[in-house]
């Protein structure tokens, strides 16, 4: 009791010395008002300039996945060529884009701009969160936290990255090629068109955020990496099906494609959750001894 009691007050007294005084209730409510005020800012910001250049935008970022030349197609020809697997070079990509609505092309660039400005407001928006959550953490949480922004905003880019380069090109190839029938032509709305490519970029940066959300759950007690090497098997299969699911064709090689970088995040959690386990052991030595 002595310990934790100590604990608190070496807590207390840090919180006062960064803060300068004990705040109240309203007093952290009016702070993350503000915190979010800042975040959603910055969202606004990056959306307009996203808005700005939007016909740019469209033109050498959302809609060259389905072109043909395209770094993704050309990288796949030159492996292709490389390993004498000519398949992988790719042709054509056979479907068109319409906009079916009067306003939808407006619409497209509204909200392609706000997904601009959530991308690439991403890391001031976490850092405002973080400032607000920060203080509200132990010493020895805060050390163990350290660099949060930097890993989180990191592990996010690269799932962007990794969505957008091998994720939508692969979905696309298949989702234009398939066919019930040659007579049936694959027309597709802008905005079909501009949710799939936004789904699968962002559901890629929200999956590789798996260590953070390890590292949290590793933290409060529920994950241990004993637990995970146990489950490790049934991980695999579980990563395999969502793979499957984010990359909706039946070739075997663009789902494993996807599922490796998943499953070393998994990998990379287990590292996490262990250094979380040893931290708190060092954190029990540290307090049986005070």
């Not at 298949?174 to 709305?189: M, V």
């Not at 890629?204 to 390890?214: K, T, W």
């Not at 909706?248 to 996490?272: G, H, M």
Request: proline residues 4%.
């Amino acid at each position: 009791m002595n310990d934790n009691m100590a604990l608190d007050q070496e807590f207390e007294e840090e919180e006062l010395d960064e803060e300068g005084k004990e705040m109240t209730f309203l007093e952290h409510l009016e702070e993350l008002r503000w915190n979010i005020i800042r975040a959603v800012g910055s969202i606004l910001v990056f959306a307009i300039l996203g808005y700005i250049y939007i016909e740019e935008v469209y033109h050498y970022v959302i809609i060259a996945p389905a072109r043909t030349d395209f770094w993704t197609y050309r990288m796949m020809c030159k492996l292709g060529t490389a390993v004498g697997a000519e398949g992988l070079c790719i042709e054509k990509i056979d479907f068109e884009l319409q906009s079916l609505g009067v306003g939808e092309q407006f619409s497209m660039a509204l909200t392609s701009s706000v997904i601009i400005g959530l991308v690439f407001a991403f890391p001031y928006a976490f850092w405002e969160i973080w400032r607000f959550i920060k203080p509200g953490l132990k010493p020895y949480e805060r050390k163990s936290a350290r660099g949060a922004v930097f890993y989180v905003t990191f592990l996010f880019f690269s799932g962007v990255l990794f969505g957008y380069y091998i994720v939508t090109p692969l979905a696309l190839n298949f989702l234009a090629n398939f066919k019930l029938d040659p007579s049936i032509i694959n027309e597709f709305s802008i905005s079909s068109y501009i949710g799939t490519v936004a789904t699968l970029t962002l559901a890629c940066g929200l999956a590789f955020q798996l260590p953070v959300v390890v590292f949290v759950l590793s933290r409060i007690g529920i994950l241990t990496p004993s637990f995970m090497r146990e489950y490790r098997r049934h991980s695999l299969i579980v990563i395999l099906i969502v793979a499957a699911i984010i990359t909706p064709s039946p070739d075997i090689y663009s789902q494993i494609l996807v599922a490796l970088p998943l499953f070393l995040l998994y990998e990379l959690s287990i590292l996490v959750s262990g250094r979380v386990e040893r931290a708190k052991l060092r954190e029990e030595q540290r307090v049986a001894k005070l």
